[in-house]
């Protein structure tokens, strides 16, 4: 099977790290569209009642101010190996928002690392990884 659109999801993790370079190789080898994708997690619904939305607007800027320097070496280091990437960052559940960006965008292939930046150690496969295997259209590339 040729992958033609690589979706990867990054979030500064040593295990996105480490799919970001997997899947920085296989768009090269494959001369392949790469996707990188952060996705911000918003406010629990249970603590919007209780946080002022100025609060909620502030916590998710901080959380997207957060995440660009991951995004913008992960660009980098994609750029670097000879890629052009396109580059975005979501806002919601980690595994939809990434189900979502591949299917409307035509990737083929979803990489994530094993476990994020919120996994337990104990669990042996991250929430987002998991319920990619199980849910998305595309095949999934579970990095260790």
Not at 60 to 83: D, F, R, S, T, V
Not at 94 to 110: G, S
């Amino acid at each position: 099977m040729v992958f033609s659109n690589i979706l990867v999801g990054v979030d500064g993790s040593e295990s996105s790290k480490k799919a970001l370079q997997k899947a920085i190789d296989l768009a090269k080898a494959l001369n392949a569209t790469l996707h990188i994708v952060s996705v911000v997690k918003p406010i629990e619904l249970a603590a919007i009642d209780y946080i002022p939305p100025e609060d909620i607007e502030e916590y998710e800027h901080e959380q997207i101010e957060k995440i660009k320097p991951c995004l913008n070496e992960a660009k980098k280091l994609a750029e670097e190996n000879g890629l052009k990437p396109k580059v975005k960052i979501l806002e919601g559940d980690p595994a939809e928002e990434l189900m979502d960006y591949a299917d409307d965008n035509n990737c083929d292939l979803i990489v994530v690392g094993y476990r994020g930046k919120g996994g337990f150690k104990r669990l042996l496969l991250g929430s987002t990884a998991n319920n990619l295997v199980k849910y998305a259209n595309q095949s999934v590339l579970v990095v260790k």
